[in-house]
C-alpha cells in the first residue's frame, strides 16, 4: 500500500510504531497534569472580575472602596405569629445572644430598631437579623466562624421550634449551593460513563473495543480538568467550567476515537491486515479528525470575541478539551489499536452480535436514503419546511437569569430558605444598589441629591415600593452605596422598567446634576441587562467569525466553494431549530413536569451564544466525516450521486453510534438540578438529534444529488489554494 503523507497518516504511523512511548507518554501527561491542577488550585471568577458594563464597573469599584467581610443573617419567621408576639421576640433575643458569644462575629443588627425594609417584614411575619463577619468569605478562618454561626443558628432553631430559625448569607448559602451543584456534577459524571459505555457496546459488541473510546474520552476530560488550574491563574474561569469541559469532552472524545476504530475495521473487514487498516485508518478518518478538530476549535474561539469573562473560560475550556481529544485520537488511539491488533474482539457480548445483524438487515438509514434521493426535490422541501416551521418559536426568544428559587430543586432546604427571604425581604434579593463615587460623598451637595432621589422613588410606589434607602459610606468617604427596593423578582418585567426609570430618569436628575460625583448602579437585574447589552453589542462579531472562519476552513479543506456555503445554511437551521424548542420547553412550559422543573421563565443569558457556537462546532464532525468519504468515492472515479448513496450508508452506523452517545450525554445534563444546565442539556441534545437524522440522512443527501457535480465547484480565481491530501489517496483493499 502506497504510504499516505498527510500528517494524520504519518503520526499514526509513528504511535503505531513507537507504541510505547505514545502509551506511557499519554498517560505521564494526564496524570501529571491532573495532579499539577490539583495541587495548583482553579481561581474562579468572582463577582468583581466576572461582571461587565456599568454594574461591573460599580462591583469593582465598592469591592475597591469597603473592607473585606461577609455579611450573613438570620430569619425568624413564622406564618401564623407576628414579630411583636412575645414568643417571636424571645426567639429574635435568643439569636442575637447566641451570635454575640461567636467570636468574630459583629455588628449584630437588631431588626426592631431597623428603619426601612431590612429588619421586620412588611407582613410582621419575618424579622431578619443580619451580621457582619471581617474577611474574604474564600478564607478559612472566616468559613470556620461561619460554620460556629451555623451551629448557633441550629441551636436557636432547637430551642424555638414554634418559629422557622435559619441562617443564609454570603459564605453559608454558597456553601450549601455548592454542594448542590457539585451533586450534579457527579451525578452528570456517574450517569454519563455507563450510558456511553452501552451505547458503544451496541456499536462495537465487544467490551475492548467499547472500552477505547471511553478511555480516550475519559482522559482527555481528566487531563483538561488538570490544564485549566494553571491557565486560570492567568485568566479565571465560570464555576461551571468542569460541567462544559466533561459535556464537550466526552462527547467529542468518543466520537473520535468511533471514526477511528469504524474505519479500521471496514478496512479489516476488506482485507487488509491489521498494522494496513490501522494506517489507513489513519490516512483517512485521522484526516477527518483533524479536520473536524481544527474546525471546532476555531468555532469554540468565536466565544472570545464576546465581551464577557464568563465566554471566555468557556472558550478556552472547550477549546483544550478538544484538543486534547484530537491529540490523543492521533497518537495514543492507534498506539493502543496497533497494541491490541485483532484482540479487540475479545470480549463479546452475548446477543449483541445477533441484535447487530437484525438492525442491519432492517436498513432503516439505506432505505431512508434511497427514498431520499428518488425525490430530493420534495425531500429537501419538507425537511426545510419542518425545521423553519420549528424555529419560527425562535422569534419569542427570551433571554435573562432565571430567578434563582425558580431554577434550582425546591426540596432543598437552602432553596426554602432562599425563597422564604426573597418573598420576606424582596430587596434582598431584588433590590438595585447605586455606587455613587466622588472626592468627597459626604458634602451637603451629594447628601441632598441623594434626598431626591429617595422622595422621588417614593412618588411611583408600583416600582419602588420601599419605605426608604439604606446609605452606607465607605471609610475614606469617596463611595456611597445606596440600597434601593424595587418591585419584581429581579428578572421580570417590572423589575426591568425599575431598572430603565432609575438609569434614565432618578439618576439623572438628580445625583447627575452633581459634578465631580459619577453613579452606577448595580443589583441582579442591572447585572442581567448589562450582560445581554454586551452580548447582543458583540454578537455580529461572534457569528462572523464563526460562519467566516468556518467558511475557509471548508473551502481549503475541499476546495469547493458550495460544500462550506451548504454546510453553514444547514448548520444554522439546526441551531435555529434547537432554539425554537428551548423556548417552548422552557418558556411556554412543553413537557415540564417531564423534565422536573415547575416556573417557565427566560433562557439564560449566555446559552444562546453557548449553543450557536458549541453546535456548529460539533455538527462539523459529522459533516466533515461524511464529506470526506463523499470526496474520497468521488476521487476514485464514482459519480457525486453514487458516492453519496455510497458514504451516506456507509457512515450511517458510525454517525448514528457517534449521535447516540452525545444525544445520551447531552440528556443526562437535562435532568440535573440546574435550570440553566437543564437548557444546555435539553438544547444540545435535540440539535445533535436533529443534526444527525434530518440534517444528514435528508438534507444534506438530498442537496447534494439537486446540485450534481456542482457540489465541488471552485471559481477559476481561487484554484491557488493549496491541494489538501483528502481520503481518496488510500487505495482500496481487495479481499
Known sequence: MQQSRNFAARAG????????????????????????????????????????GESGQATRIHADAYPKQTDEMVLVSSEKLKSDAPEFKAAVEDVQHRLAATNGVGKIQDPYKVEGAGGISADGHAAMVSFVIPGDKETTGVKEIVDRTVAQTEAAQKANPELIVEQFG????????????????????????????IVLLIAFGTLVAAGLPLLLAITAVLGTMG??????????????INHVILLIGLAVGVDYAL???????????????????????????????????????????????????????????????????MLGSLTVLPALMSKLGDRTEKGRVPGLGRLKDRMAS??????????????????????????????IPALQLDTGNPPLGDSLPQDKPIVQTFNRVQDYFPVESSGLSLVIKGKDVTVPEVQNAIG?????????????PGTGVDVEVSPDKTVATVELEIAGDGANALSNRALDVTRDQLVPETLGQVSGVQTYVDGTVAQDADFNDTMKANLPYVFGFVLLAAFLLLLVTFRSIVVPIKAIVLNLLSVAASYGMLVLIFQHGWFKSLLGFSETGPITAWLPMFLFVVLFGLSMDYHVFILSRVREAVDRGMKTDEAVSHSIKTTAGVVTSAAMVMVGVFAIFGSLSFVMFKQMGVGLAFAVLLDATLIRAVLLPASMKLLGERNWWLPKRLHWLPKVAHEGEVAPAHA
Open 362 to 391: 432492517i436498513g432503516i438509514w439505506s432505505r431512508i436514503v434511497d427514498r431520499v434521493l428518488r425525490r430530493p426535490l420534495l425531500s429537501a422541501g419538507l425537511s426545510v419546511a419542518l425545521l423553519v416551521a420549528m424555529a
Open 13 to 52: 504511523r509513528w504511535s503505531a510504531r513507537h507504541r510505547k512511548i505514545a502509551i506511557l507518554g499519554w498517560f505521564a501527561f494526564v496524570i501529571l497534569a491532573f495532579v499539577v491542577g490539583g495541587k495548583v488550585g482553579t481561581q474562579q471568577l468572582t463577582d468583581e472580575t466576572s461582571g461587565v
Open 259 to 325: 471514526f477511528y476504530l469504524r474505519r479500521a475495521r471496514e478496512e479489516r473487514a476488506a482485507g487488509r491486515d491489521a498494522d494496513a487498516a490501522l494506517e489507513a485508518a489513519a490516512a483517512t478518518s485521522g484526516h477527518a479528525v483533524l479536520v473536524s478538530g481544527m474546525t471546532v476549535m476555531v468555532s469554540m474561539a468565536g466565544m472570545y470575541l464576546a465581551g464577557t469573562p464568563t465566554f471566555t473560560s468557556f472558550a478556552t475550556g472547550t477549546i483544550v478539551v478538544v484538543a486534547v481529544a
Open 452 to 464: 431626591e432621589l429617595e422622595q422621588a422613588a417614593a412618588k411611583d410606589k408600583e416600582l419602588f
Open 170 to 197: 454570603d459564605s453559608s448559602a454558597d456553601e450549601k449551593f455548592n454542594e448542590i451543584f457539585n451533586e450534579d456534577l457527579a451525578k452528570a459524571g456517574s450517569l454519563s460513563l455507563p450510558v456511553t459505555l
Open 227 to 240: 490544564l485549566i488550574g494553571p491557565l486560570s491563574q492567568i485568566s479565571p474561569v465560570e464555576e461551571t
